[in-house]
């Protein structure tokens, strides 16, 4: 399997995707959708999400190949089937500003994994607060760009806290990748610097959850 | 301090000529703080051209930067194309809705001339203004974003990287358009008054596309528009990555790369052999929270690792310093170039990080 994910890989990054397609459908003959997902696409994302951390990748093949493995497991997974992970109930947003990019390679990665998440577009602190509550949301998502953008997380933490929710909030974007402690100090529980690492994030909190 | 003994020009285009000047020239690219330097909004200040023409010159004598930088925001060029903008009370003023709304709509954009714009007419005027009042002792550095970095405002960054990879055709037609105005805009800065243009990249950076896409698509994109631009140009990688393009960006006819501060500044000073001068790299996210010590120790790290024989400017890696960082910071980076970027800077024989 090692040899496929790191073909699979190299497919995405060149985003030659009929190769990528065809190594996808020789792995589905030897093994079911969501293992075919969880053995070659999620892995290959990750490696993928640790050389955009190095700086081995750029974002345009992030996003493209992204997008492309939704596509893929859209098709063989879909949103409806009883495969897909058990999940506590997540959302991811744009906060503030106009930047959607990380946030539509989150989406699609953490659908690539296999999860299911509420997609709220671009939100400011207010609306946010009651569609987290109101969703009764357990893992919030938030991406930005643009450093004022960043400090409003803190507002959205506190006045969560402040309604009693046990939501976990998880942040991304590159005001956080330029200062390593902005996540802390803004309130958020975690940050992610790819989105594979996003994934993980939530993995971990779904197991602290249970 | 030793007293100064060059004029900002002076200086800067000694380290520009890779000669080492008396300091080391400080571009402290202040915009938004001249705003609060007149007591006004960011949307009141960028309202008028002579605010900012006060702002700068009110910003040039507290920090004695080395430059003054009438840079509105990014979105004033795609307001020339029917664009808008949106401002907000802490930050850069944002880009409104694309003006591409589809791909197909490139078919049919025309590009919008400098002289019809109000908006970039504003500009020019504060560069005249500002030429008026410094003559040529002090850098006035004019901004254009590149032809191939604009897009991102124009139609929204997913949708270009869609566009770059999925229909070849029409980004070379966005192109084409695209570098028409780039040109005539930049030329028109450097008439009214600019001494360069700062040609904002950050598309061509690693960060954004992979080196191979970057030799054939940003690399000769900013080719033909450096070659038309009739005065100097300094490329601006906007935080993005540049280590390993740095000899590619110098083929373009570049003097200067501002680079990130993920990369080493030594090491972006080797790539740069002399070929071309480098701009950066303090962070401007963290430096909100730096205290004075901590601005002092991180102007020595970046006069240590790319000071030595010139060709070098201390500035934010961005392009543009947020608005958070207080001013106690801005005047303690002043205060260490002032004490650390006296040439010949030996003391770094015995500087360990």
Known sequence: ?210 | MTPATMTSMQRVLTTLGHQEPDRVPLFLLTTLHGAKELGMSIEHYFSSAEHVVQGQLRLLEKYRSDCVYPFFYASIETEAWGGTTIFVPDGPPLCGAPVIAQASDIETLSTPKVENSPPLQKVLTAIRLLKQQLTDTVPIIGVAISPFSLPVMQMGFHSYIELMYEQPALFDELMQRNEEFTVAWANAQLEAGATAICYFDPLSSTTSVPRERYLRTGQQVAKRTLARIKGPTATHLASGRGLSIIPDIADTGTAVIGVSAMEDLAALKNAAAGRVSLLGNLNGVEMRRWTPQMAEMEVKRAIAKAGRGGGFLLADNHGEIPWQVPQDVLLAIRDAVDRWGQYPLNWIDDWRE
């Open chain 1, 1 to 210: 399997m090692d040899t496929s994910v790191a073909s699979f890989r190299e497919a995405l990054e060149s985003l030659d995707r009929v190769q990528a397609d065809s190594i996808f459908q020789k792995t589905l003959l030897e093994l079911s959708p969501i293992d075919a997902v969880e053995q070659l696409v999620v892995p290959a994302l990750e490696q993928i999400g640790s050389a955009w951390d190095a700086g081995e990748v750029a974002l345009s093949q992030v996003y493209m190949s992204g997008r492309f493995c939704e596509e893929l497991v859209d098709r063989t997974l879909p949103p409806s089937d009883p495969d897909r992970k058990h999940q506590p109930r997540s959302a991811i947003v744009v906060l503030s500003d106009y930047h959607d990019l990380g946030k539509r390679i989150v989406y699609s990665v953490m659908r690539a994994s296999g999860f299911e998440l509420f997609d709220y577009g671009r939100m400011d602190v207010d609306a946010l607060v009651e569609r987290t509550v109101t969703d009764q949301i357990r893992v919030l998502m938030i991406s930005v760009l643009m450093l004022p953008s960043a400090l409003k997380v803190r507002e959205v933490c506190s006045r969560l806290k402040a309604t009693g929710s046990d939501v976990r909030v998880i942040v991304g974007g590159a005001p956080f990748l330029f200062d390593r402690e902005l996540w802390k100090e803004v309130g958020a529980d975690a940050m992610g610097s790819s989105a594979a690492q996003a994934v993980a994030i939530v993995e971990r909190m779904m197991g602290e959850m249970q």
